[in-house]
């Protein structure tokens, strides 16, 4: 692991853009470092490399295969100590304004607006002592099930995040995909107990992506919803696979899921022309998505497997490459049944998979 890190150290004091990323449940960390500081953008999806999105679509960008370095190396499952900062509260006004947000929400949908809007805010904490590598290291061993990365471009940015939630998987015309929605705190009990507004946003979610599917597939499949954990924190879960056409493009197929309704809203258009217009500040690649483009590098097949960028933070640097505060992001799935006070704690539990390694 050691040599993977240090490789990013020394890209990131040249200033040229790396990524390193370990998928779910892999004991492997792999690197590509662009040997170029050339932004390059992605046209058609026909490209190879590692695509990083904004939720917008209007920012896809690529550090191409071919024109960097690919290691891949072994990780040592070892457990990682984390000494937890006590991090106050956002204050009382941070609070308020996301609690109308949501009630603004609920009042759209029982206006028949849209039948689910997910609501998000950003957060910021001062970082004191902040190391990249270290963080990511530490977010590689806190959470091995979800897809871990740190991105770094220095006309991007850096970016850092562990995601529970696949937006596709493309092997030639074989596809994966999945629901995710749902939240609740992990309480140590063995038993994991959804109320209705958790199942109710579940199957919106599954339904609109099966019947997204459906116009460029032959076939679709889908499990029946089960619980799954990220960290401290439960979703459910629909695991959903088919064969797509043989006239159907990559792009169509992630034009069609990306953004999900688990992190936009239903119908599409209307939620997120809701969020663009309410929440107040930009997202940038927070709930884009992220991964290989027509690259596995750990199998050398021609496959696609992306991400959407959840449980995710942003890095801002001074003029002298000081890492000096992190922008942290979290969304709720709101629906008729929503609570304001209930998506605040929702959003304060979300926080803790990033703070946890702060």
């Known amino acids: 692991m050691d040599v993977i890190l240090d ?25 590509l470092f662009q040997q170029n500081d050339e932004l390059y953008k992605v046209n058609d999806f026909t490209e ?30 070892k457990k990682v100590d984390v000494l937890e900062r006590e991090f106050k509260e956002p204050n009382g006004v941070t609070r308020n304004n996301f ?42 061993r806190l959470y091995p099930a979800t897809f871990v990365y740190c991105f770094y471009h220095p006309k991007v940015g ?10 596709l998987k ?13 939240t609740q705190k992990d309480s140590g009990s063995g038993e994991i107990v959804w109320g209705k507004k958790e199942k109710e946003e579940q199957q919106y979610v599954t339904d609109y992506i099966v019947s997204a599917l459906q116009g460029v597939a032959l ?18 879960k629909t695991d959903i696979w088919g064969v797509l056409n043989s006239d159907s493009t990559l792009q169509q197929v992630i034009h069609l899921l990306h953004p999900t309704p688990a992190v936009c809203g239903l119908p599409k258009e209307k939620s997120k022309a809701f969020i663009l217009e309410n929440e107040n500040y930009d997202r940038s690649f927070y709930t884009g998505f992220l991964g290989e483009l027509n690259s596995s590098f750990a199998t050398d097949s021609v496959s696609s497997d992306l991400f959407v960028n959840l449980r ?47």
């Open 7 to 31: 490789k990013a150290k020394n890209q990131f004091a040249q200033n040229l853009p790396f990524v390193l990323y370990c998928k779910p449940n892999s004991d492997m960390v792999i690197g």
């Open 48 to 77: 190879k490399g590692f695509v990083f999105a904004s939720f917008d679509g209007n920012q896809t960008y690529l550090i191409p295969e071919n024109q960097s370095e690919i290691v891949g190396v072994i990780w040592d499952k």
């Open 99 to 140: 609690e109308r947000l949501v009630a603004k929400g609920i009042q759209a949908i029982e206006n028949d607006e849209f039948k689910k809007v997910v609501l998000s805010r950003k957060e910021t904490v001062e970082l004191v002592d902040f190391d990249l590598v270290t963080v990511f290291e530490k977010l590689v």
């Open 158 to 167: 850096i970016w850092l995040g562990a995601s529970p939630e696949q937006l």
């Open 170 to 182: 493309a092997n030639v015309n074989v596809f994966e995909t999945m629901a995710l929605a749902g």
């Open 219 to 236: 076939e679709v499949s889908i499990t029946k919803p089960y619980s799954v954990k990220a960290g401290s924190i439960w979703h459910i």
């Open 312 to 358: 995710c933070m942003q890095i801002e640097v001074n003029s002298e490459l000081a890492m000096i505060k992190a922008y942290l992001y979290m969304g709720c799935g709101i629906t008729k049944d929503s609570i304001p006070e209930k998506e605040w704690s929702e959003s304060i539990n979300k926080s803790m998979t990033m703070k946890k390694v702060l």
